[in-house]
């Protein structure tokens, strides 16, 4: 997760980002990041985090919101998610998506 600066009413916001790791490490300019927000209303496309993952208070990562950002506009390192939360995001985002998921 990382903080950067978004035309947003607030000066940083935090971003995951979703983008693979293989872009990640390209020359690509931007990556695809989803927000979180400090509010949190349990629907499916919405994970909980907080503390533990780096943050100075409970909050949630959107799915529904995902946005490509220029890498330059992610500037510090916040935290990162454990395995359970990233099978929670990858549910979120298939739900975001209406993806099904391939077995």
Do not use: W
Request: charged share 20%.
């Amino acid at each position: 997760m990382y903080k950067g600066a978004k035309r947003d009413p607030k000066n940083y916001r935090v971003f995951v980002v979703i983008s693979r790791q293989a872009l990640i490490d390209t020359t690509f300019s931007s990556v695809i990041c989803a927000p979180v927000y400090s509010n949190y209303e349990g629907a499916a496309t919405q994970i909980p985090i907080g503390i533990n993952e780096g943050l100075k208070h409970d909050s949630a990562i959107y799915c529904d919101e995902l946005m490509s950002l220029s890498k330059t506009q992610l500037t510090d390192y916040v935290g990162q998610l454990d395995g359970e939360k990233l099978l929670a995001l990858k549910g979120s985002l298939l739900a975001a998506l209406e993806l099904q998921e391939i077995e």
